[in-house]
């Protein structure tokens, strides 16, 4: 029950509503005992600073921050984690002592459910489709995990040359290369690729027929790791498992950023099975 001496953990974005945050971390926080709760707001653009001072005065332990945020979250910060500083964005505001801590903990729920798949990145050959805020992310976290290359494609081909410029100059990397978001060039490329990485939001709901990769381009060689969660299998796994790939839902990346916002804010660590059970039956109820 929420009390006077509740404190909170926030979610903040716009659009906020479709946010499962708050039902998969209330789970975790009430099994760990804890009287804290999550709570979402929808922050607009213009009222980003205004919001982030205000949970600072209310004593909100901190913020967990999405679309269209991200970036401004990083410029606000005091301190930053080391890919928020690489990546100029974070997905995570920790209030310590009167000073923001920005975290982009992304990258490390990627890299989680990669490992809780028995797929180490280590001189693996990676491709990458988007190159938003989520897959410029990815990018340099795949470089970081060791990957022997990676490919980043994007329907606009300039920002994905802008990623690569950046992870070469940033990581003093070479073998990370930029194409425009094209059948041919897709299915070229991804005849040598191991990990196949979707980072687009082609296939969420309610565009569920849609794929970023042709069928034709995927083959059984390949793990397929599809970040987009709503829906749980996309057009784009269920076609990968067709062809004998190896598939990832996005349900873990997501869980794994709640873990570390309890781990950063609380200095505890929640259940992760808990919260991927929670985040499934909710999906499951919302279709
Ligand atoms: P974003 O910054 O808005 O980027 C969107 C990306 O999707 C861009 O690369 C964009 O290409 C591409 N795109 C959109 N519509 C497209 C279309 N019709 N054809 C081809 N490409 C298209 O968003 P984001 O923050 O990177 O998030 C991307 C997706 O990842 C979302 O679905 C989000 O829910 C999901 N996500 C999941 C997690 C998780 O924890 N599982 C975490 C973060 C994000 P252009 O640049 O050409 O527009």
Redesign the pocket.
């Known amino acids: 029950m929420i009390n006077a001496s509740t404190k909170f953990i926030a979610v903040i974005g716009d659009p906020i509503e479709h946010s499962m945050t708050p039902v998969i971390q209330n789970a975790a926080l009430e099994a760990l005992g804890t009287n804290v709760r999550n709570i979402a707001f929808r922050v607009r653009r213009e009222d980003f600073d205004k919001a982030v001072r205000g949970a600072m005065a209310l004593g909100i332990l901190g913020l967990m921050v999405t679309?269209p945020h991200k970036e401004a979250a990083a410029s606000i910060s005091d301190e930053l984690d080391w890919l928020a500083q690489l990546t100029g964005s974070a997905n995570l505001l920790h209030f310590r002592d009167g000073t923001i801590v920005g975290y982009n903990t992304?990258g490390y729920?990627a890299s989680q459910s990669l490992k809780d798949a028995g797929v180490d990145v280590k001189g693996k050959r990676v491709a990458i489709v988007?190159?938003?805020?989520?897959?410029r992310c990815l990018c340099f976290q795949m470089l970081l995990d060791g990957a022997s290359c990676v490919h980043l494609f994007?329907?606009?081909a300039e920002?994905a040359i802008r990623v690569v410029e950046e992870a070469k100059a940033k990581l003093s990397y070479e073998n990370v290369y930029a194409h425009e978001?094209k059948h041919e060039a897709l299915k070229e490329v991804l005849k040598d690729v191991e990990i196949l990485i979707n980072?687009?939001?082609?296939g969420?709901h309610p565009n569920e027929n849609?794929t970023?990769v042709p069928a034709d381009c995927l083959h059984d060689g390949l793990v397929v790791f599809d970040?987009?969660?709503n829906p749980l299998e996309t057009r784009l796994l269920r076609e990968a498992k067709e062809v004998g790939a190896k598939v990832i839902d996005?349900?873990s990346?997501?869980v794994y950023?709640n873990v570390r916002a309890v781990e950063v804010c609380l200095k505890l660590t929640p259940s992760f099975e808990l919260m991927r059970q929670r985040c499934i039956e909710e999906l499951r109820r919302k279709i």
């Open positions: 679309i992304d729920g988007g190159a938003g805020g989520a897959g994007n329907r606009t920002k978001l980072a687009t939001s082609v969420m849609e970023p970040i987009v969660y996005g349900v990346m997501l950023t």
